[in-house]
């Protein structure tokens, strides 16, 4: 099976476990909606998002969970029922584990901290080691953002207003030192949603030479984000040559429109992973070279 195909069988998955967050899941129902029998299904979930099946169902209910803590005034107990945990001492325990706090002391934090202005704040302030780019970097709003999480306590967020240009971009982005890569082929993952995106958003990622050669690039020109979409799990998979020096990567809009990025992985991978490279499937012209100079005298 191809890895496209255990990412559909991903996205059917996610896609399922989204409609019915507040249901009692049975993992035979998300198998059967994503086509996929049990065996394979927890082997390509787990291969593809990093955890089990159960363990996301479990962080996608304790982040909505946060949500409601921090933004309503419903009972502990109330907010433990409705997102599944038997008691509301199961519920602390595993939002302890995921937060570092029990809920209360996390209402408590989040309503006193975090005023209307702090939250604006909050969202045009980058996170700690991106950097903003793009070609219209003046027109995008970036930062974190609390409101929109896939996972855990915030995530990342490009905003462009109406009048943007369609023809720019802005990215929110990192770049670093390509040595603990080298000879590897890496996959630059992360849950994505939109609103209202005119044009196109998408991941990126890029593998530069000593002299800054570009050697290896993928923004998903091929496969854009338009529109508006719930949370669905993104890749970008490069090989990182020998002589590479850099890689930068990021989550890129174009034109109006809202992104959120979350559970961002960058990590090694199997040469079976096929690399998404724009430039991998160009036809290589080739030559039969001559043994040495010809024809210095330039005669026609």
Same mark, same amino acid.
């Given at each position: 099976?191809? *890895? /496209?195909? *255990? =990412?559909?069988? &991903?996205?059917? +998955?996610?896609?399922?476990?989204?409609?019915?967050?507040?249901?009692?899941?049975?993992? #035979?129902?998300?198998?059967?909606?994503?086509? $996929?029998?049990?065996?394979? !299904?927890?082997?390509?979930?787990? +291969?593809?998002?990093?955890?089990?099946?159960?363990? *996301?169902?479990?962080?996608?209910?304790?982040?909505?969970?946060?949500?409601?803590?921090?933004?309503?005034?419903?009972?502990?107990?109330?907010?433990?029922?409705?997102?599944? !945990?038997?008691?509301?001492?199961?519920?602390?325990?595993?939002? =302890?584990?995921?937060?570092?706090?029990?809920?209360?002391?996390?209402?408590?934090?989040?309503?006193?901290?975090?005023?209307?202005?702090?939250?604006?704040?909050?969202?045009?302030?980058?996170?700690?080691?991106?950097? =903003?780019?793009?070609?219209?970097?003046? #027109?995008?709003?970036?930062?974190?953002?609390?409101?929109? $999480?896939?996972?855990?306590?915030?995530?990342?967020?490009?905003?462009?207003?109406?009048?943007?240009?369609? #023809?720019?971009?802005?990215?929110?982005?990192?770049?670093?030192?390509? /040595?603990?890569?080298?000879?590897?082929?890496?996959?630059?993952?992360?849950?994505? =949603?939109?609103?209202?995106?005119?044009?196109?958003?998408?991941?990126?990622?890029?593998?530069?030479?000593? #002299?800054?050669?570009?050697?290896?690039?993928? /923004?998903?020109?091929?496969?854009?984000?338009?529109?508006?979409?719930?949370?669905?799990?993104?890749? $970008?998979?490069?090989? &990182?040559?020998?002589?590479?020096?850099?890689?930068? !990567?990021?989550?890129?809009?174009?034109?109006?429109?809202?992104?959120?990025?979350?559970?961002?992985?960058?990590?090694? &991978?199997?040469?079976?992973?096929?690399?998404?490279?724009?430039?991998? /499937?160009?036809?290589?012209?080739? *030559?039969?070279?001559?043994?040495?100079?010809?024809?210095?005298?330039?005669?026609?």
């Amino acid at each position: 099976m191809l *890895y /496209n195909e *255990y =990412k559909d069988i &991903v996205d059917r +998955s996610v896609s399922y476990i989204e409609q019915h967050l507040l249901e009692d899941i049975r993992l #035979e129902n998300v198998a059967n909606h994503a086509a $996929v029998s049990m065996f394979h !299904f927890h082997r390509i979930f787990q +291969s593809i998002v990093g955890m089990s099946v159960t363990e *996301y169902i479990r962080q996608r209910r304790l982040t909505h969970a946060g949500g409601e803590l921090a933004r309503t005034d419903k009972r502990v107990l109330d907010i433990a029922i409705e997102y599944k !945990f038997g008691t509301q001492e199961a519920f602390t325990r595993a939002f =302890k584990k995921m937060f570092g706090m029990p809920p209360k002391q996390y209402r408590n934090y989040y309503s006193s901290f975090m005023t209307p202005k702090e939250e604006k704040e909050m969202t045009t302030k980058l996170p700690q080691g991106w950097i =903003k780019g793009g070609s219209h970097p003046e #027109e995008y709003e970036m930062g974190v953002n609390s409101e929109v $999480v896939h996972q855990g306590k915030t995530s990342g967020r490009v905003h462009a207003g109406e009048d943007a240009n369609k #023809e720019g971009f802005g990215t929110m982005m990192q770049i670093f030192k390509a /040595n603990h890569y080298l000879g590897k082929r890496i996959r630059f993952s992360a849950f994505v =949603k939109t609103d209202n995106v005119a044009v196109s958003a998408g991941l990126w990622m890029r593998v530069d030479g000593p #002299e800054n050669e570009m050697l290896q690039f993928d /923004n998903m020109q091929d496969r854009p984000i338009i529109g508006t979409n719930d949370w669905e799990l993104h890749t $970008v998979v490069l090989d &990182v040559p020998e002589h590479s020096a850099a890689i930068a !990567f990021g989550v890129m809009l174009i034109g109006p429109g809202t992104v959120w990025i979350d559970r961002i992985r960058l990590e090694e &991978v199997d040469h079976k992973v096929p690399s998404s490279n724009m430039f991998a /499937n160009e036809p290589v012209e080739e *030559y039969n070279l001559p043994d040495g100079p010809v024809n210095l005298e330039m005669n026609s």
